[in-house]
């Protein structure tokens, strides 16, 4: 597994810009992963780990991807501070610490955290891709 890259990655062969996703997670392994699955499905990743760092990266994200701790209103705060710094640029939050397992549940957490969607860890890449997929404007 490679290491995440914090620098932002350069256009593909066709000189199109990839899609630029920012990862907020603090487990250095998950987040390695993350960025490996966004790479391998031709995304580039940009790694933050903390919220000071993620509002630097920000710019230019097409998406976020936020690691979501318990207490939920920590969390909470963070998810709107994001959205706030980058309104265009949908956010979905991950967290094993969500007991929401069926799809309603997780709608309804998401909508209560500000965000578009709510990956439940551990979750699969076909998991990660189909809920970026599913936020797509």
């Known amino acids: 597994m490679n ?5 932002p990655t350069a256009p593909t062969r066709s000189g199109s810009a990839r899609r630029r996703v920012l990862v907020l997670e ?4 998950i987040r390695a992963l993350i960025v490996e699955w966004l790479g391998m499905a031709g995304a580039e990743a940009l790694c933050a780990t903390d919220l000071a760092d993620a509002r630097q990266r920000a710019q230019g994200c097409d998406l976020i991807l936020v690691d979501v701790p318990a207490p939920y209103r920590a969390a909470r705060r963070t998810v709107m501070q994001l959205a706030q710094a980058i309104p265009h640029a949908p956010v979905i939050a991950m967290s094993a610490d969500v007991t929401a397992t069926c799809q309603a549940a997780r709608e309804a957490l998401a909508r209560e955290l500000g965000a578009r969607a709510v990956l439940v860890k551990p979750f699969s890449q076909h998991a990660l891709l189909t809920a970026i997929q599913s936020v797509r404007p």
Not at 3 to 7: D, G, I, K, R
Request: no cysteine.
């Open 26 to 29: 603090s487990d250095h392994l």
């Open 3 to 7: 290491t995440p890259n914090l620098e």
